[in-house]
C-alpha cells in the first residue's frame, strides 16, 4: 500500500540513454504531471482488498483480491527507483518524507479505531491493545498478535511493517551511486530470503525481514529502471524481454513460495499499465484517479466503514422487520462506504496532517516530479 517523494527535477529535464541506443520521447509523455496508470492500479489494488474484506466467505474466488497487496508492493518499488534516478537526494531527506506520508494517518487510524473499540463500536480490527503491544505497532516493530499471527494494534497496519523495512534500506543506499542500488537491493533482499527459506525465522522481525515478499518490492524497482519516471528510459523491446525475463523468475520461485505467483501477477499487470499509459492507450478517469490518491486512506480506514455501515443497515433491518436488508445490501454498502469514507479521510484528514507534518519537519516544497505520483504509498492495504 505508490509512494511520493521529495524528489526535484525540472518537467522538462532530458530524457536518458540506455547504451547507445535514444530511448523514445513521444509527445503526449511531455508536461505530464501524474503517471495516471500508477494511481489507477493504486485504486485497483485498494478496492480489490476492499472487496477481499466484504466477500471472502461469500465468493471464494474473491480471495483472489486480498493480493492487491502484492501490487502495492510492486508499485512502491517502481516509484522509489523511477523518483530516486539521477537526482541528489540523501537519506535524511528520505526518511522524513516518508515518516510525514506514511504516520500521521497510520496513528490516526489506530487511535481512531481504539477510541471506537473502547466506547463499545465492536471492530476486529483491533487486536492486542496492551501499551506493549500498541507502541511497538505505532514504531511499526513487528510483534507477535492473536492466534500466533505478526498484526498490529490496527491489523491492516501488517503490511506497513514491510513498507517501512524497505524504506530503511532504500534509504540507506541513497548514499550510493543510483546505478548501484538496485544490485544492492538485488543481491541483500536475494540473501535475506535465501536465509529465511534455509533457517526458517523464529522471531516476527525475522519472519517480516526474510520473507519472499520483499522481492516484489526488487521487481517494482527493476520496472522503475526500466520505465523511469517519463516512462521513456528504454526502448519497448528492452523493456518487454526484461519484464518476461522478471515474471519466469518469479515463476520458477513458486515452489518455494506459493504468493510468488501473485507477485508475478502483479508485475505483468504493473508492466502492461505502464505500457499503456507509454503507448498513449490510456484514458483519464477522475473518479480513478481520486481514488488512487486516497488509496492509503481508503485501506486504513475500511474497517471503521464497514462497522459504522453494518450498524445502520442493521438497525434498518430491524425498525422495517426486513431483516432480508442485512443478507442483501450490507456487503454492497460496505463497499460503498469504504470508499467514500477513504476519499473523505483523504481529504480532511489525511493531506492536512501529511501536510502538517512537514511544515513541521522542515521538508521543502515538492517538485514536479514529487508530484507526478502524489500520494502514491502502499498502505498495502
Known amino acids: 500500500m505508490r509512494t511520493p517523494h521529495p524528489a526535484h527535477a525540472d518537467r522538462d529535464a532530458p530524457n536518458r540513454r540506455a ?46 483480491f486480498q493480493h492487491g497487496v502484492d501490487l502495492f508492493f510492486v508499485i512502491s518499488g517502481f516509484i522509489m527507483i523511477a523518483l530516486t534516478d539521477g537526482r541528489d537526494i540523501g537519506p535524511r531527506h528520505f526518511y522524513l518524507d516518508r515518516i510525514a506520508r506514511i504516520v500521521p494517518p497510520y496513528w490516526a487510524a489506530t487511535a481512531l479505531t481504539i477510541l471506537l473499540a473502547a466506547g463499545g463500536i465492536f471492530t476486529p480490527s483491533v487486536t492486542d491493545r496492551s501499551p506493549g503491544h500498541l507502541l ?21 497496519g501488517w503490511t506497513l511493517q514491510y513498507e ?6 532504500f534509504g540507506a543506499l541513497l548514499m550510493l551511486d543510483g546505478s548501484r542500488r ?44 526500466l520505465y523511469g519516471i517519463r516512462l521513456n528510459r528504454m526502448p519497448g523491446r528492452w523493456i518487454a524481454g526484461a519484464t518476461a525475463a522478471l515474471t519466469i523468475g518469479f515463476l520458477l520461485l513458486i515452489p518455494f513460495h506459493h504468493d510468488l505467483l501473485f507477485g508475478a501477477g502483479a508485475i505483468v499487470i504493473a508492466s502492461a499499465a505502464l505500457s499503456l499509459e507509454r503507448a498513449g492507450y490510456m484514458p483519464r478517469s477522475r473518479i480513478l484517479l481520486e481514488l488512487g490518491a486516497a488509496s492509503y486512506a481508503i485501506y486504513l480506514f475500511q474497517q471503521i466503514a464497514f462497522d459504522m455501515t453494518g450498524k445502520i443497515v442493521g438497525k434498518a433491518a430491524s425498525l422495517s422487520g426486513l431483516p432480508v436488508l442485512t443478507t442483501t445490501l450490507l456487503h454492497p454498502a460496505n ?11 483523504h481529504r480532511y484528514l489525511e493531506k492536512p496532517l501529511t501536510e502538517q507534518a512537514r511544515i513541521f519537519l522542515n521538508l521543502k516544497t515538492r517538485g514536479a516530479a514529487h508530484r507526478m505520483v502524489e500520494g502514491n504509498t502502499a498502505g498495502r492495504l
Request: hydrophobic residues 55%.
Open 19 to 64: 547504451g547507445n541506443v535514444a530511448p523514445p520521447s513521444p509527445d503526449h509523455l511531455r508536461g505530464r504531471n501524474t503517471i495516471v496508470s500508477i494511481q489507477y492500479l493504486r485504486a485497483m489494488a485498494a478496492i480489490g482488498v476492499v472487496l477481499f474484506h466484504q466477500f471472502q466467505n461469500i465468493f471464494p474466488d474473491v480471495r483472489f
Open 182 to 225: 538496485l544490485g544492492v537491493v538485488a543481491v541483500l533482499f536475494g540473501t535475506l530470503v535465501m536465509l529465511g527459506a534455509t533457517w526458517p525465522p523464529r522471531t516476527p522481525a525475522l519472519t517480516i525481514y526474510t520473507s519472499p515478499l520483499l522481492l516484489e518490492f526488487l521487481a517494482g524497482m527493476v520496472l522503475g529502471r
Open 136 to 156: 511497538a505497532s505505532l514504531l511499526f516493530i513487528p510483534a507477535w498478535g492473536p492466534g500466533g499471527h505478526i498484526w498490529p494494534t490496527l491489523y491492516l
Open 335 to 345: 463497499v460503498l462506504a469504504a470508499l467514500l469514507l477513504g476519499v473523505m479521510m
Open 164 to 169: 517501512v523495512f524497505f524504506y530503511l534500506v
